[in-house]
Structures are given as structure tokens and as C-alpha cells.
């Protein structure tokens, strides 16, 4: 089984520019600085989608599955139309990391390649969830 090596569409150029800027001798501070800002996002994400799937597991319509839903399909759009790559990972591969993705971190390879369609079935998941809140609540509502 051959891995892909996805380029990013977007991002590589503005990335390179910031890390040749960073002297040798701050690289690996400014990695792991990257290394926790993208994990921190990560997580942030992963939580976001959580929420919004309990909060449709829960009939639970509102402001915060709205919000939820905008963080995942934000990062969702930023992740899609850099080619699948998040743009934080050219740079901690230019500032030496063997590998930048996120996954790779504290993920297994089999559970780090998963996410993409983990995160999206969740998603639709969520999707599916508070839709049928929003149409259950709206049929119950009294005439007008």
C-alpha cells in the first residue's frame, strides 16, 4: 500500500516565507510552540464537532451547536481547499519536523489517517441530529 503525499494548494508559500525568517538556533522552540498551537486547534475542533453531535443527540437546538457547527465547518473549508493539508504543516516540516502533521504527534498511523473521515461522519452525524431537532420542534409548534 502506497501513502500519498498530499501538497497544499495555498498555504506552502506563506509558510516558507514565515519560516525562513526564524533563526537556526530558535527553530526547534518555535516548533514545539507550532506543535502545541496545532494540537491546541485540533482538540478545539474535535470538541466542537463532539458538542455539536451531543447537542443533536440531546434535541438540543441553539447558539452553541450554531456556533459548534460554524468552528467545524470553518476548519473544514481550510482544510478542503488546501488539498487536505492544514496549513500549519509545511511549516513545522520547513522548521524540521519529520513529519507536521497533527495526528502524528500522539496518534497512531492507522488512527491518524482515519480522522478526515471520522471528523466528516461525525459531522453529517451532527447534521442529521439537530436537522431533525430543528424539523421535530417546528412540527410540534401550534398553528398560527
Same mark, same amino acid.
Given at each position: ?93 520547513? &522548521? ?10 500522539? &496518534? ?18 451532527? &447534521? ?17
Amino acid at each position: 500500500m502506497s501513502s500519498v503525499t498530499r501538497r497544499p494548494a495555498w498555504s506552502e508559500p506563506l509558510t516558507r516565507r514565515l519560516s525562513t525568517g526564524i533563526h537556526d538556533d530558535w527553530r526547534p522552540a518555535v516548533l514545539t510552540m507550532i506543535k502545541a498551537i496545532h494540537t491546541a486547534i485540533f482538540a478545539s475542533v474535535g470538541a466542537a464537532i463532539a458538542l455539536f453531535v451531543w447537542d443533536g443527540i440531546r434535541q438540543r437546538r441553539g447558539r452553541r451547536a450554531a456556533y459548534a457547527l460554524g468552528i467545524a465547518v470553518a476548519e473544514a473549508g481550510i482544510y478542503v481547499s488546501n488539498n487536505q493539508v492544514c496549513p500549519l504543516t509545511p511549516l513545522a516540516e520547513d &522548521l524540521g519536523a519529520e513529519s507536521g502533521t497533527v495526528a502524528d504527534i500522539f &496518534l497512531p498511523g492507522w488512527a491518524a489517517r482515519s480522522i478526515p473521515l471520522v471528523g466528516s461522519a461525525a459531522l453529517v452525524l451532527g &447534521l442529521v441530529l439537530n436537522g431533525r431537532a430543528v424539523f421535530s420542534r417546528r412540527a410540534s409548534l401550534p398553528p398560527t
